[in-house]
């Protein structure tokens, strides 16, 4: 034991006898002073350097702290267990400032599969700050993991930082050392070069995603007094695409903002990645940024409009479900998934909006809209799993369906709906029939509104973590039916909560719209195709109580005959066009590595193409409701 450690302990143990009490009350309320250490001196390791540092409080009770990796984090609901990626465990203690002494390691302990204890016992601790340093591995450029690698870093809080179990509420601030010549860029800059920033809570830490490199690009615009920053990191040919690119997310802003109303922000970043590695591809909603990574180079065909789609989705996040949010949607839980039957609104209800407002932004025509909406119709309708899974259930089943890796097979596609198109399509629904019902007084974009002025602008704070307090479904189907005039609990009950098919006839008639159901085939076998399998039909999913289920094919069998004709992808939909439902036909199937001969009876129709289109002799009263509903007049 050395000089300066005898002197701490002597004067804390007076200190811990006169405040026993009070300073064991205290230690829990008391917020610690956190602050994180970021660095990447070896870029190419992919290893993120984090060190830990909490000033411990005068409680001599205090034995360990522990340091929690969460199992997942906000935005994707699949969980992933960052813990896998954390490596080099370790903690010690450092003096006060302007003492010189040298203190041994403290043991840190692994006790479950997300938290590290580090014990405090063998000193008295007060006056002392507690340093605790990892390694996280980090490989890629998603909207929920990171990279380090010779071109970036690109982190997201989640996957990177532990937080102190109790002290997730606790201000902290961070500071990161970059790499010679990179430039670091966050949603939160205050100023050029920023190196350290403070935050209220861990959470919003995390939800500042930053990109360190030598090599992006800032392009700048303003809207309602408001600053957009467009960044810009690409890792292939940006054929000159860049600047009418920023001029179309600028026509995105005003678009949403004009249906919203001022955003709750100074500035506000986009932070996009043209990976062009065929695969990085995502989309991530934070407070004031989003992370959006394109497969591609922007010079790619369809590169620049798919930008374009996810800027529109990600930038509407902006209201809904980071600041309007489910009740369960923030301060999280992070030793489980979340759970909340409110993701067909947060995701669903944004799909809708983010299609809808790029027509009123322009860049889209009538046609392009109502194509794009009739094909999620068409996904969801045509869908098995939608027959049996409701929009509330969706949303609580995001865990195994965002983006969840299956260990074990499941029977997901035949008995799951991603709430994204669901939702999507509920929104649509009553989006027109409140149109229709309030004669064009009110639409969706009003219930929107009431919500995140009655839940975010005007509540109190529930939680450390946001203004305001997170909304109910059933808070949701309230306000529908204020703004509606009517009650609309029938819809909640059949649509929301049931698997019903909604209303879409009645729904698209409200602005002079036919909707137009026609079979895509004349038959249904029950089957889905694995079109990388060229040489015969390879199944990679079978439909439940289909004609193929009932003939006893399987996922992963080779269709190499059917009636006669050696069947391929390419020529499947010609060969079933020539059949009638109730028709048997002769099959050989290799199945679990034998030629087996079997038959089977061809069913009814299930698959559907679905069309909308413009009733031409519609009342002008009629068209007018459309044009209000494109224009978001
Ligand atoms: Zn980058
Ligand atoms: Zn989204």
Redesign the pocket.
């Known amino acids: 034991m050395n000089r300066i450690k005898l002197f701490i302990t002597r004067s804390l143990s007076v200190a811990a006898l006169l405040l026993t009490i009070s300073v064991a009350t205290l230690a829990q309320e008391q917020p610690l002073q956190i602050k994180y250490w970021l660095a990447m001196s070896h870029p190419n390791s992919h290893l993120f350097e984090v060190t830990i540092e909490v000033p411990l409080p005068a409680d001599a009770k205090m034995r360990s702290l522990d340091f929690q990796m969460p199992k997942w984090s906000p935005?994707r609901y699949a969980v992933f267990d960052f813990a896998k990626n954390v490596q080099e465990v370790k903690a010690w203690p450092v003096c006060p400032a302007g003492l010189d002494c040298t203190l041994p390691n403290l043991m840190v302990t692994r006790i479950d599969d997300q938290t590290w204890t580090a014990e405090l016992n063998s000193f008295n601790p007060a006056g002392l700050s507690l340093m605790f340093s990892y390694k996280v591995f980090a490989n890629d450029l998603s909207g929920t993991f990171s990279q380090l690698n010779s071109r970036h870093a690109n982190f997201n809080g989640g996957c990177i930082f532990m937080y102190v179990v109790n002290h997730k509420q606790d201000p902290v601030s961070l500071s990161i050392k970059a790499p010679q010549g990179w430039r670091i860029v966050n949603g939160r800059m205050d100023k050029k070069n920023q190196t350290e920033w403070q935050f209220s809570n861990w959470d919003i830490m995390i939800d500042t995603p930053t990109e360190i490199a030598a090599d992006w690009t800032e392009d700048d615009f303003n809207v309602d007094g408001k600053t957009y920053h467009v960044i810009v990191h690409s890792m292939g040919s940006e054929a000159g695409k860049r600047p009418a690119l920023v001029r179309d997310i600028e026509k995105i802003v005003r678009a949403e903002t004009a249906m919203w109303g001022p955003p709750e922000f100074d500035s506000y970043s986009f932070l996009i990645h043209f990976a062009n590695d065929g695969h990085s591809n995502d989309?991530m909603?934070h407070l004031t940024s989003t992370q959006i990574i394109e497969p591609g180079a922007l010079a790619n065909p369809g590169m620049y409009e798919e930008t374009l789609d996810a800027i529109a989705?990600?930038f509407f996040?902006v209201w809904n479900?980071k600041r309007l949010r489910p009740i369960e949607l923030g301060p999280w839980d992070f030793t489980r998934p979340a759970n909340t039957r409110g993701l067909w609104i947060a995701?669903g209800i944004?799909?809708y909006y983010g299609h809808l407002m790029q027509r009123r932004a322009s860049l889209w025509d009538d046609a392009k809209l109502l194509s794009t909406l009739a094909g999620q119709i068409t996904e969801v309708e045509n869908s098995a799993g939608t027959k049996l899974m409701s929009a509330e259930e969706s949303s609580l089943s995001a865990p195994f369906i965002d983006d969840a890796p299956h260990a074990q097979q499941t029977n997901l596609s035949n008995t799951s709906i991603s709430y994204y198109p669901k939702g999507e399509i509920l929104g649509l629904v009553l989006d027109l029939l409140i149109r229709g019902k309030t004669k064009g007084k009110a639409s969706l974009d009003d219930v929107m509104r009431r919500m995140y002025d009655e839940f975010y602008l005007k509540s109190a704070n529930a939680t450390y973590y946001l203004r305001g307090r997170g909304y109910k479904n059933e808070d949701f189907e309230h306000i529908t039916s204020e703004v509606a005039g009517a009650n609309m609990s029938d819809f909640f009950k059949r649509y929301v909560r049931g698997v019903e098919v909604p209303p879409y006839e009645d729904a698209f008639a409200q602005v002079g719209l036919r909707f137009i159901r026609q079979p895509r085939l004349p038959v249904s076998v029950g089957i889905t195709v694995d079109d990388e399998y060229s040489a015969n039909l390879k199944l990679s999913a079978v439909r439940s109580d289909s004609p193929a289920a009932i003939a006893g094919l399987e996922v992963a069998d080779i269709i190499t005959n059917f009636g006669g004709v050696k069947l391929t992808p390419a020529n499947f939909l010609k060969t079933l066009a020539g059949y009638k439902p109730g028709d048997r036909v002769a099959l050989t199937v290799q199945h679990n590595g034998r030629v087996v001969q079997t038959s089977l009876v061809l069913g009814e129709p299930t698959l559907f193409d679905y069309r909308i289109e413009e009733i031409k002799n519609a009342p002008a009263e009629v068209k007018a409701l459309r044009t209000t509903w494109m224009n978001g007049k």
């Open positions: 935005g989309g909603e989705h990600e996040h479900v995701e944004t799909n």
